[in-house]
């Protein structure tokens, strides 16, 4: 089989997959850097790295556009005859070499993948680990979760899910060293780690997937409080706190979960501060996000000045800042509430960034921005593509600010300090989240736009 077959196939497979970044750009060129055996028979188990050129990115929130190279990976299957259970999972047909598939949806592939973890193997450089005490069944059947943007999660059974990283970027993945710091020191507010695969990129030790806990029982945070909106849309008179679906209790409780995650962060990952000249860096790439902002979108220029001047107070703080590892994009999508309390996810930052970028380390109330930004999205997203009406846009406000309020107060009671006592730097992290998110709706979703802009307003006024 020549690389050169399975390659013409990607060409025209990878840009129709939900993970692939890039997807009106389509793939330029698609070259096979990585080529390993892993079953060899019918069927066959191949893992493939890929590197796709595409045109170069537009920058991200934390992230410059620097290259145009993105690799992806790609385990396949190949076999002789078509199997109907993986007709959604056909990547294509290769004269003389058969139906090559997604390997990801292939049971008999992820029992081998899967047994391979639980007995700590190592296959054509690819190490399979398990992690001490790991309790993991080789015989579970296994499923694809559907709706992922970024990866690919399979379930195993009950009790595990495996997350292979489809862009894989020289490093150990900050998803498995932040959740395995957080498992070894038993919080409850992770999914434990299981297991993960490894294997060299450029020279490097590099992260391909991470196994966990599956929380059974548990329910998406995002999901939880478009409910409690919706509740509270439904009623004609009762303010927020009256209605049955009020989420603040939640928000409180989720408040605490995320100090206790920020506070063993600290205690088992690197910490430090930022001195005058490091406050100055970091106003000043706040500043940086913000011309490009404007340059592409226009009527953010009204509020340009103010928000410069928000970060330039940032510039003006004369005691250290605090940083150390966060989660690094937090919002709503990223917690699920369980029977036993909440729990974080995805610490793996944005995909396809440097390591190094991802593992910067930042303040907490980094964090604790990105889901206050969270929670006045869910306040007006039932809103976002319908006409205004102020009744329910007064009731939107309500609920934001009973929910920003619960979050922080519930934080405070972990910490012993409200994080709006840091009201300088927590309102100039809104306002950088903001502002990317008036550029991400503008190329995306234009009839959204009014969402981050609605709370600059908000923002610069306070």
């Excluded at 066959?44 to 990976?73: K, M």
């Excluded at 396949?76 to 993986?86: A, G, M, T, Y």
Aim: charged content about 25%; aromatic content about 6%; hydrophobic content about 45%.
């Amino acid at each position: 089989m020549t690389n050169r077959a399975i390659e013409e196939i990607l060409r025209d497979w990878l840009p129709r997959q939900r993970w692939f970044a890039g997807k009106d750009s389509g793939a330029e060129s698609v070259r096979i850097v990585s080529r390993r055996v892993l079953v060899d028979g019918d069927p066959s188990l191949i893992h493939l790295l890929v590197e796709v050129g595409q045109p170069a990115p537009a920058p991200t929130l934390h992230s410059p556009a620097d290259s145009n190279a993105v690799l992806y990976q790609v385990p396949i299957s190949i076999r002789s005859e078509l199997s109907p259970n993986l007709d959604h999972a056909l990547i294509g047909n290769v004269d003389g070499v058969g139906l090559v598939y997604d390997a990801a949806h292939d049971q008999e592939a992820m029992h081998a993948v899967l047994g391979w973890v639980a007995t700590e193997a190592d296959r054509e450089g690819i190490a399979f680990r398990r992690e001490p005490g790991a309790h993991i069944d080789p015989d579970a059947p296994s499923l694809v979760m559907g709706g992922e943007q970024s990866n690919t999660s399979i379930i195993f059974g009950e009790q595990t899910v495996m997350k292979l990283f489809r862009i894989v970027v020289p490093g150990l993945n900050p998803d498995l060293e932040i959740t395995k710091a957080l498992t070894e020191a038993e919080n409850k507010h992770v999914a434990a780690v299981q297991g993960w695969l490894e294997t060299e990129v450029e020279g490097v030790p590099s992260t391909l997937a991470l196994l966990q806990d599956f929380l059974r029982t548990g329910s998406d945070g995002w999901a939880l409080a478009l409910t409690s909106v919706r509740d509270l849309f439904a009623e004609g008179d009762l303010h927020a706190e009256e209605v049955g679906g009020d989420f603040a209790a939640e928000s409180e409780r989720l408040g605490m979960a995320t100090a206790d995650v920020h506070e063993i962060m600290a205690r088992t990952l690197p910490t430090g501060n930022l001195d005058a000249d490091a406050i100055g860096d970091l106003a000043d790439s706040m500043r940086g996000r913000l011309e490009a902002a404007v340059a592409a979108v226009p009527d953010l220029d009204v509020h340009a000045s103010a928000i410069g001047e928000a970060f330039d107070e940032v510039r003006r703080i004369r005691e250290p800042i605090a940083v150390q590892r966060v989660h690094g994009d937090y919002h709503l999508g990223q917690v699920m509430r369980t029977d036993s309390g909440w729990v974080l996810l995805d610490f793996e930052g944005e995909p396809g960034a440097p390591i190094a970028i991802r593992a910067a380390l930042s303040s907490p109330l980094r964090d604790i921005a990105g889901m206050l930004r969270s929670f006045d999205y869910a306040s007006r997203y039932l809103l976002a593509d319908h006409a205004s009406f102020p009744q329910l846009e007064y009731r939107a406000v309500e609920w934001a600010d009973r929910n920003r309020d619960a979050f922080c107060v519930g934080y405070a009671k972990t910490t012993g300090r409200d994080p709006r006592e840091d009201n300088v730097l927590l309102r100039a992290f809104e306002l950088d989240k903001a502002v990317y998110e008036v550029v991400y709706e503008s190329r995306n979703r234009p009839d959204w736009v009014h969402i981050p802009l609605h709370s600059i307003e908000r923002l610069v006024a306070a």
